[in-house]
């Protein structure tokens, strides 16, 4: 089974951005789709970007659109976040997950992602 680590966390300034990478080992990355998560202190956790086997992004909901965007490169087993103009509301611990969806397969709904990282903080601060 796939596993997943993220890395890239930490602070950055409001209005400044960040790329997370979140990595696959044990796994051919291009059989499922990834999504991105994240929880801020005293929140639920909330799905908001992920991107199909076949390289198509979704947006679960409005807070990700027009920010931050999403890129896989299956040669490498990797999924990178891009994170721009950043504010306070974006701090939070940030969770790459994978869920198999086959080699063209769509965007699940995000509660359907079975395989977790360990998660990166973000935090926006001056």
């Known amino acids: 089974q796939v596993q997943l680590v993220e890395s890239g966390g930490g602070l950055v300034q409001p209005g400044g951005s960040l790329r997370l990478s979140c990595v696959a080992s044990?796994?051919?990355?291009?059989?499922?789709?990834i999504g991105w998560f994240r929880q801020a202190p005293g929140k639920e956790r909330e799905g908001f970007l992920c991107?199909?086997?076949?390289?198509?992004?979704?947006y679960y909901g409005d807070s990700a659109k027009g920010r931050f965007t999403i890129a896989r490169d299956n040669a490498k087993n990797t999924v990178y976040l891009q994170m721009n103009k950043m504010n306070s509301d974006d701090t939070a611990v940030y969770y790459c997950?994978?869920?198999?969806?086959?080699?063209?397969?769509?965007?699940?709904?995000?509660?359907?992602?079975?395989?977790w990282g360990q998660g990166t903080q973000v935090t926006v601060s001056s």
């Open positions: 997950a994978a869920v198999a969806t086959g080699w063209s397969g769509g965007c699940p709904s995000s509660d359907l992602f079975d395989i």
């Open positions: 044990g796994g051919t990355l291009g059989y499922y789709a």
């Open positions: 991107i199909s086997s076949s390289d198509s992004p979704w």
